[in-house]
């Protein structure tokens, strides 16, 4: 039987389906999008619908004005969400989104389906299901509705009985529930005001394909290529931006960026939106797919994607380095939560506890040298019995007395703690009622590769350094490699330009040693500028700026021969009379 709160709450639908609201709700903050998870799950019923997408992403672009078109068939009976997963990449690794568009359905808080692809009888048909679903689970409460209910379930009521029940749940929406409804309807309110893009806006910084060459594409989507979209932006280039909307490791770093001057208190993501948005004021263009390889046999190049082939002059390859992962049981749930590979980045947050360094390498070892002097300890556990690092580096941490070495062992688990509550004062309505338990590291388990036997040590972090591995592969056969790093590019002495004229690298894809986002962002400036330097020299200029310039000299040629007979005098058509002027100035005309 439904509870009179219950009969209560829903008695708020009506009037909540009357106010405006916006038709489509762009999520601008994790916060945002779970007090609004929050609202529809305890006050209105409704379910919700999200959109995850790319502004960059051709499905996205395609499927768009269907949802919008949804939306507004059944308005008021769900709410209809989209959230950028360039911009709100917490919340994309929150819901697991792996592709794009995804759209999700959530009901009381909670998902109930999902799918991914840009189908409109799904995206229509899981609609409708969930509709249905919270039509069911949620009753509208009227005076008739009640009486109907009680004749059939106890007709021993009488229709007095029915109307004190019915004053009661009136009451209560009119004593107990008007002051936290007020302030839930402002904030929809300004939500609503301060809602000021539409789902056009997505549509507005895609690259769209030319008759003409583009000057320059930046394959690369981290500090690398939007260091370099500026700058070439900047420089009138008009460069395409082309890379997958989710992946790269600042992307992927859910703490904050502490290394980078002038940010503070600012995540990984962050930085990467500020950066996109600031190429984007600048005139660069982004094509959300992943290169599959390059033609360079001919010229202009061909940069080839998985759903488009892109023209152009001047490629910049700035694809980065992703680090190699152990792919045991908790690493990828606690990334960022104490699991990580840069201790430059991330070693200060764990100052006088117990880390634990993987790898036997001269990144391992810079590791573990560089956690030594702010951590309680650091364990190295390698595989073998001798290092593969430098011996100047072994020995130093060999002979360090905070670090302590576990030989011929591997890590086979990362174990974890529920995260506690940072403030158990925060309001209920502030409560994502959908969010998994967040798990912080609290150790990890280590086998020994000759008996077998598994023990567990007790560490704040693991930071795993067994390399990483350029993504390159896609110049196998194209561009020289360097012979001491294999993978990563090989660049000319104090320039990016590569072994193929027209091509350059920036980042961590010619980076070996630093793999650092502020030494990449510099090196993506760089790159902007060895292209425009390059495209001068070989003559190489705005192709489709020139033909619309030859073309309006040719009609403005054309138009200068014709005699003043030939020309055309609005006044005549007049007859003489002018309507609504002074008969002194029509004489004059």
């Known amino acids: ?179 936290n409804f007020k302030k839930r309807l402002d904030a929809e309110r300004d939500a609503e005001v301060e809602q000021e893009d539409d789902d056009e806006a997505e549509e507005e910084h895609s690259w769209t394909p030319s008759p003409f060459p583009e000057r320059v594409t930046i394959i690369g989507g981290g500090p690398a290529g939007l260091s370099a979209a500026i700058y070439a932006a900047r420089a009138g280039l008009k460069p395409v931006v082309v890379a997958p909307p989710m992946g790269g490791q600042l992307q992927g ?117 560089v956690l030594a002097r702010t951590s309680a300890s650091v364990t190295v556990i390698h595989r073998r019995d001798t290092f593969r690092a430098s011996k100047v580096l072994a020995q130093r941490v060999m002979e360090h007395p ?46 020994d590769v000759f008996t077998g036997e598994e023990t567990k040590i007790d560490a704040e972090a693991v930071f795993v350094a067994i390399g990483h591995t350029p993504t390159t592969q896609f110049l196998d056969g194209i561009v020289e490699f360097d012979p001491k790093h294999p993978g990563y590019i090989l660049v000319k002495d104090g320039s990016t330009r590569t072994s193929v004229p027209g091509i350059f690298a920036c980042g961590d894809v010619a980076d070996s040693v630093y793999r650092q986002a502020i030494t990449s962002a510099g090196s993506g400036a760089a790159a902007a500028l060895d292209a425009e330097r390059w495209l001068s020299e070989e003559g190489l200029g705005n192709e489709e700026a020139d033909f619309e310039a030859e073309l309006l000299a040719e009609l403005m040629a054309d138009g200068g021969s014709k005699t003043v007979d030939m020309e055309y005098n609005v006044y005549e058509d007049a007859g003489g009379r002018m309507t609504g002027m002074k008969e002194s100035v029509a004489a004059e005309l």
């Open 402 to 447: 905070s670090i302590f070495i576990r030989w011929n062992t591997v890590l086979t688990e990362v174990l974890g703690k529920p995260l506690e509550a940072a403030d158990e004062s925060d309001h209920s309505e502030d409560v994502d009622l959908d969010a998994p338990v967040v798990k912080v590291v609290s150790g990890a388990i280590v086998k």
């Open 253 to 369: 770093k859910g703490v904050d960026v502490e290394n980078y001057p002038g940010l503070f208190n600012v995540t990984g993501p962050a930085v990467v939106s500020l950066m996109r948005q600031q190429a984007i004021e600048f005139g660069a263009t982004f094509e959300a797919e992943t290169v599959i390889g390059i033609d360079a046999s001919s010229r202009p190049f061909r940069v080839k994607t998985s759903s488009s082939t892109i023209e152009t002059h001047a490629v910049i390859v700035a694809t980065g380095a992703e680090s190699n992962w152990l792919n045991v049981t908790g690493e990828y749930e606690m990334r960022g939560a104490g699991v990580s590979s840069c201790a430059t980045c991330d070693g200060h947050m764990y100052r006088g506890k117990h880390v634990i360094v993987v790898g036997g390498g001269d990144t391992a070892m810079e590791d573990a040298l």
């Open 1 to 179: 039987m439904i509870s009179p709160v219950h009969l209560v709450a829903l008695l708020l639908l009506a009037p909540l389906a009357v106010l405006g609201r916006p038709i489509v709700r762009h999520i601008r903050s994790t916060h945002e999008f779970d007090r609004l998870l929050s609202k529809h799950a305890t006050v209105t019923g409704l379910p919700v619908v999200v959109d995850f997408y790319s502004d960059g992403c051709g499905p996205c672009r395609m499927i768009a004005p269907i949802f919008k078109k949804l939306a507004k068939e059944v308005e008021g009976k769900a709410v209809f969400v989209k959230v950028d997963t360039n911009a709100m990449y917490e919340l994309s690794s929150r819901y697991g989104v792996r592709s794009l568009p995804t759209f999700k359905f959530f009901l009381n808080g909670k998902k109930v389906n999902e799918f991914s692809g840009a189908g409109e009888a799904q995206l229509r048909q899981f609609t409708q299901d969930v509709i249905q679903r919270a039509q069911f689970e949620n009753v509208m409460l009227s005076r008739d509705s009640l009486t109907s209910y009680y004749a059939e379930k106890d007709g021993t009521k009488s229709a007095q009985d029915v109307d004190k029940v019915y004053k009661k749940c009136s009451d209560m929406v009119k004593e107990g529930i008007p002051r």
